[in-house]
């Protein structure tokens, strides 16, 4: 499942790449042009999102997007069709410990007064599913280095 969602995140960041307006709001949040890059950052638009699902559709297939937290089916005209949900904003990548994409995080463009992230997820729409709320490991220019607690011990990791 790892694999997967992998997968097809790392192509919807491919395909929705970071936008201006959001390059711009990084860089006004102090971000530099390298870690704007090494991050991975992309945009979640407002229009087009049923094209960008077909692409994945088609690469991937319905059971597999079914699967896929923040994809999910609609109804439209012609019939059902995948879409991508949540509102406008920068999408920021939740990566595992093997720098895998496990999730999705959406800076709203136009936050309200409670919330500025979400997750990408679609539990409570058709073909839709949960994300859960994936532990996100932070990558910079420095060696990673972990230490594993247990209640006796601690165990170092390094990566």
């Known amino acids: ?52 699902s077909k692409i994945l559709f088609d690469r991937y297939g319905e059971a597999a997007l079914s699967s896929i937290p923040g994809v999910y089916s609609k109804e439209g005209k012609y019939g059902d069709y995948f879409t991508i949900f949540g509102g406008t904003g920068f999408m920021i990548p939740i990566m595992n410990i093997n720098r895998q994409i496990i999730g999705i995080q959406v800076r709203l463009d136009q936050p309200s007064s409670k919330t500025k992230y979400i997750w990408l997820s679609t539990d ?21 280095q972990l230490s594993i607690h247990f209640w006796d011990r601690v165990i170092p990791y390094i990566h």
Do not use: C
């Open 124 to 144: 409570s729409k058709k073909n839709g599913t949960n994300s859960g709320s994936p532990v996100h490991i932070g990558w910079g220019q420095i060696l990673l």
């Open 1 to 52: 499942m790892k694999e997967l969602l992998h997968g097809v995140y790392t192509d919807l960041f491919k395909l929705l790449p970071l936008s201006q307006l959001h390059y711009d709001l990084l860089k006004a949040r102090g971000l530099k042009e390298n870690e704007i890059k090494e991050h991975g950052y992309g945009s979640l638009p407002i229009s087009d999102r049923h094209k960008i």
